[in-house]
Every structure is written in structure tokens, then in C-alpha cells.
């Protein structure tokens, strides 16, 4: 088993503390299942021809899921020459995600299963989404988003917004706190306003050997989702890859998988 990254260092009251969702996503892609598809995707036997991937994670949060993924190349995708980044519209967020990839691809080193193999990260950029990236750049997109239904949405962040302490009340700083937070969790009308403006951006994002692993609730309604995303053609492909357990008979958590495909490949569900 790979160990979960430690985010021990993070500030919690500004920062998304890895929870259920976050481990949700480590478990799908360390899964058997999903490995020997990342190795096969992406030329682990080929690596003098195939291209390196780019990993993009957006809204990491602590950092945990794209440092798993920058500390585990080798073992995820049967090669190390894996580049990795981050964007996050929480400032404190990108500190966070540093840190964490830092201190986990250095505890990597010393471990035999690791099989001599952590990836590049490049970084963790402030942006909305994937505002930053350029069409076709991206080949494995992770995305755990604010996926709670609520009210309204909270506003964005200024970019490049710093602390005052001197000038600023102390519950002015509690209000930002809360902002910073529920930026983490607070996904609008279905919980998807967030989520659909991600998925808007999926086909001119992903290179033509993109894949996007993103995760959903139940109320976010993930028939209609998977669905919508058969209607974009042949191809592309849409699949269940794991599920978390369930209350009171609804099913809590699960990820999808995305990704452009022919007209021959017909994916099944997975259990």
C-alpha cells in the first residue's frame, strides 16, 4: 500500500483538510484496476517514444491528491518522467500544496516500493479552473470539486490578495477564513455550478490522450452527469471507476473517469 502524503503543516482553518473524498481519489488510482489502464495510456513500456504526461490537479486544496500522484510515478504510471501541477484559487492553498508535494516526493526516496520513481512537479499556480492552461496541454486531469449543493456561490478571491494584521479586524479575518473554506465545499445549484464549468472546459483542455478522473456526490445527480458527457460523441468514453460506501441506501461518493476514445471501445462500469 502507498502511504498517504502527511499534511500535518497545513493551516485547517483556511485550507480543505483531506477528508473521505480526498482518499476516495487516492484509492481509485493506486486501484490495480486503474494502474495497469494509466501504465497501458500512457506508454510505460514505451517511454523513448511516448510523450511525457502532464498531471494536472485542479483545486488542490492541502496538496495531498497531486503529491500522491507526484510521489508515486513509478508506481502509478510505470515510469517517472511524469510532470505534475496544481492550481488552486486559494492562495493559502498553493503555499500548502508545495509543501506537501516537497515533503512527500523527499520521504519517497528512501522507500523500496517507491521503485526509484517520483515525478517532476512543476508548481502550483493560483488561477479559476484552468484559466492558466493552454488548449490540448493537459493529459490527466484530478479534480475533486466543491461539490455540496448550497444557496449561492462565495465570491473569488482577489489574485495576489495578501494579509493585512496591522489594519484588518480580527473578524474580518474569520470572514476570510470562512470564504477560503467554503471555496473548498460550496458548489451552488445541484453542487455542480462549480463542476459544469469544469466539464465546459474538458474537451479543448485535454490532449488527444487526455483522461480526467473527477469526483461526484449523489445529489450531483451522476446518472444525468455521465449521461451529458455521452452526448459529446464518439469519442469520448465516460465510466464509474469507484464508489464509496452508502447511507441510508443512497450512495455517497464516486469517481468517474473521462476520456477521449474511438467509436470501437465500449467501457463497462465498474463494481
Not at 136 to 161: I, K, Q, R
Request: proline share 6%.
Amino acid at each position: 500500500m502507498l502511504p498517504t502524503p502527511s499534511t500535518s503543516h497545513i493551516d485547517t482553518n483556511r485550507i480543505y483538510d483531506p477528508a473521505e473524498d480526498s482518499y476516495l481519489l487516492l484509492d481509485t488510482l493506486s486501484a490495480a484496476s486503474e494502474v495497469q489502464y494509466l501504465r497501458e495510456h500512457f506508454g510505460a513500456d514505451q517511454t523513448s517514444t511516448s510523450p511525457v504526461p502532464l498531471v494536472l490537479e485542479v483545486g488542490t486544496g492541502s496538496g495531498v491528491v497531486i503529491a500522491f500522484i507526484s510521489a508515486n510515478a513509478q508506481n502509478l504510471f510505470g515510469r517517472a518522467d511524469v510532470f505534475s501541477l496544481g492550481i488552486d484559487i486559494n492562495e493559502h492553498a498553493c503555499h500548502a500544496t508545495k509543501e506537501t508535494v516537497r515533503r512527500a516526493c523527499e520521504n519517497s526516496q528512501g522507500r523500496a516500493e517507491s521503485q526509484s520513481g517520483h515525478g517532476t512537479f512543476i508548481g502550483a499556480l493560483q488561477a479559476d479552473l484552468t484559466s492558466a492552461m493552454k488548449p490540448a496541454m493537459v493529459d490527466m486531469l484530478v479534480f475533486n470539486p466543491p461539490y455540496v449543493p448550497t444557496s449561492e456561490l462565495p465570491e473569488a478571491p482577489l489574485s495576489g490578495h495578501k494579509d493585512d494584521f496591522n489594519s484588518a479586524a480580527k473578524h474580518e479575518k474569520f470572514d476570510e477564513d470562512s470564504q477560503l473554506l467554503s471555496l473548498s465545499y460550496a458548489g451552488g445549484k445541484d453542487g455542480m455550478e462549480v463542476t459544469n464549468r469544469l466539464l465546459d472546459q474538458l474537451p479543448q483542455l485535454l490532449s488527444e490522450r487526455g483522461v480526467a478522473y473527477i469526483l461526484l456526490c449523489q445529489q450531483n445527480r451522476p446518472e444525468e452527469v455521465i449521461k451529458r458527457i455521452q452526448t459529446w460523441g464518439p469519442h469520448w468514453a465516460v465510466v464509474t471507476v469507484r464508489r464509496s460506501g452508502k447511507a441510508a441506501g443512497w450512495e455517497q461518493l464516486r469517481v468517474i473517469r473521462i476520456w477521449r476514445t474511438t467509436e470501437a471501445e465500449f467501457p463497462k462500469q465498474s463494481e
